[in-house]
């Protein structure tokens, strides 16, 4: 049984993105340093290449977090697995999220990190579903808005498979082995 559905967006638009964030990051942030903070697990594709397409220095960081939830839905309740190494304060700091959904997650995060004052903080995620944001929170980069089904692929995963996909892809649900 096929488990994966329609293909949402290739390679080739995923690297075009990735690019072109990159590109303005890096314009953004023209003479400053930027701590990478990406959010593992789902992040860590999204995080390589766009650190490969930014041009001022960077250091990396991870979180981990999980939510609590069924694997397809948000709870927005989130435990941190893995906090930073570093301390933050005085720095500027660029989440990198793979996806955001209810935006409870990138939400706890901001409130988490801005307690520890750093010189700024910015998320730039690879997708952003549309109309389910339940509080505003500004994502200054993002690669493309989606419709809000669920995807994996390009470091998204349903239950853990699926990250190693090079592309993004709509699950069917229905279709599962
Ligand atoms: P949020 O808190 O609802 O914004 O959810 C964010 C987290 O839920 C992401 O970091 C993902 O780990 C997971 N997630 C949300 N939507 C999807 C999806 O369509 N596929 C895979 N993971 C998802
Ligand atoms: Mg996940």
Redesign the pocket.
Known sequence: MEPIGNVLITEEQINDAINRMGAEISADYAGNELLLVG?LK?AFMTMADLARAISVPVEFDFMAVS?YGDA?K?T?VVRILKDLDQEIAGRHILII??????????KYLLENLQVRKPASIAIASLLV?EG?QETPIEIKYRGFSIPP????GYG???IGLYRNLPYVTV?DEDNLP
């Not at 999220?97 to 990138?106: A, F, M």
Request: aromatic content about 8%; glycine content about 12%.
């Open positions: 959010i789902g939510s397809t948000s927005g999220e793979d996806i955001v959904d209810t935006g409870l997650t990138v579903k389910l089904d669920f995807v994996v998204l995963d349903y699950l």
